[in-house]
Structure formats: structure tokens, C-alpha cells
């Protein structure tokens, strides 16, 4: 079936030390979104990656797609408490479904 | 605009009952979709629909049912409810994307549902 694994579950980061959540795919993909939760709320939009190789940040945010579509990777610099939550890769295989990673839950130790 | 709205925020049922969960959007979407969320298992696609009168099942289609007859609404039924559906379950509406697929999703609140 149509899968993306996200690694790792879990992150527990000093604050001010960065984070990198993966998103791999077997098949190539058409394009890959990125959602943030919030413990207790529900995934908001961050960014869509459409283009091979593409790379797009906010703020400190870094997001990257694959040369081959197959992977992408979402990067933070320098944590803040405001972005603990839960970080999901949504896929697009070139049909009418996304299919959600498992999630990165990133929790900051002050 | 209200975005996305899911009624009610928490239900608990009983083995065998039966429910609708109920969503609406006031963004002229013409995507919306059912995920259910259990813990370490990321959100799976129940079903979808592509349109008013189009539906069609996603990764966890079993036990549910669902119906779009206008573009604002997408309920989804629980016929006879078992413990396995206790799960948080969210609503999201998106337009189409550039490669035909669901562009940006706008989700609902979500129902906390649990089934005794």
C-alpha cells in the first residue's frame, strides 16, 4: 500500500538545540504537506511542497523535498517553547487522498 | 466564516448504539474528509468526498458510513458502535490542488468519542 514512515516518534530537545523530523516514502510522490498539533488541539496547515528538490523556511522553519520526491524532511533552529506539539508529514501519492505520517511529538525541556 | 464545525466535542457511547457525527464548512470546499486519531498511529484517512453526491472509502472504512448530499455537509454514522472506534475523530474540507489532489487541509475541532 501507499505508506510514508516518520521518524522519529519522539524528540525531547533542550530549548535553543534544533530538531529535524523525516517523512520516506517507497513511491514517489506528487506533492507532501506539513501540520502542526498542538497538545489537545487539532493539525493546523504549516506548508506544501510540490517541486523536486524544493526547499521553502518561515521564520525557523526549513522544509525540504527530495530530489526524487521520495522524502522530505521539516527542520526547526534554536526550539522555542512555543513549538512543542506533535509534527505530521501528509502525502500525496497522485490521487485523491492524503495519507498522514505517524507524527513527531517534540517536546522542549526549558 | 465558522471554517470547519463539528458537533458534538465529546460523546460517550454504548457497544451497539448508533450516531452521526456531524461537520459542516462554509468555505465552498469541494474536498472533505474523516480521519480518526489514535495515540502513535497518526491520523487514518475513514472516507472521503470530492463532491456533493461523491464519496468514497479511505484506509479505515469499516464500521462507518457516510453521505455528501450538499457541498457544506459530511456526516459520518456509526452504525452499531464497538470499543475499537473510541478514537478522537476530525473533519477537514480543502479545494482541490495543483496536482488534482486535496490542497491545504482545514480541520474541525474533533469529537472525543468514547464506546463502552
Known amino acids: 500500500g501507499q505508506q510514508v514512515m516518520q521518524i522519529p516518534q519522539y524528540q525531547h530537545v533542550q530549548e535553543g538545540e534544533d530538531f529535524t523530523t523525516y517523512c520516506n516514502s517507497s513511491?514517489?510522490?506528487?506533492?507532501i504537506q506539513w501540520y502542526k498539533q498542538r497538545p489537545g488541539g487539532h493539525p493546523v496547515f504549516l506548508i506544501q511542497?510540490?517541486?523536486?528538490?524544493e526547499v521553502k523556511k518561515q521564520k525557523r522553519l526549513t522544509f525540504q523535498f527530495g530530489e526524487a520526491k521520495k522524502n522530505s524532511s521539516l527542520h526547526i533552529t534554536a526550539t522555542q517553547t512555543t513549538d512543542v506539539g506533535t509534527y505530521f508529514c501528509?502525502?500525496?501519492?497522485?490521487?485523491?487522498?492524503?495519507?498522514f505520517g505517524t507524527g513527531t511529538r517534540l517536546t522542549i525541556i526549558p | 466564516n465558522a471554517g470547519v464545525t463539528q458537533t458534538p466535542k465529546f460523546q460517550v457511547l454504548k457497544t451497539g448504539q448508533s450516531m452521526t457525527l456531524q461537520c459542516a464548512q462554509d468555505?465552498?470546499?469541494?474536498?472533505m474528509s474523516w480521519y480518526r486519531q489514535d495515540p502513535g498511529m497518526g491520523l487514518r484517512l475513514i472516507h472521503y468526498?470530492?463532491?456533493?453526491?461523491?464519496?468514497d472509502q479511505g484506509e479505515v472504512p469499516n464500521g462507518y458510513n457516510v453521505s455528501r448530499s450538499t457541498t457544506e455537509d459530511f456526516p459520518l454514522r456509526l452504525l452499531s458502535a464497538a470499543p475499537s472506534q473510541t478514537s478522537v475523530y476530525f473533519c477537514?474540507?480543502?479545494?482541490?490542488?495543483?496536482?488534482?489532489?486535496?490542497?491545504?487541509?482545514?480541520f474541525g475541532p474533533g469529537t472525543r468519542l468514547t464506546v463502552l
Open positions: 468555505m465552498n470546499h469541494e474536498y
Open positions: 511542497l510540490v517541486k523536486s528538490g
Open positions: 468526498s470530492v463532491g456533493a453526491g461523491i464519496t
Open positions: 501528509a502525502a500525496n501519492f497522485g490521487n485523491e487522498k492524503l495519507t
Open positions: 477537514a474540507s480543502s479545494y482541490r490542488g495543483p496536482g488534482g489532489g486535496p490542497d491545504t487541509q482545514y
Open positions: 513511491t514517489t510522490l506528487s506533492n
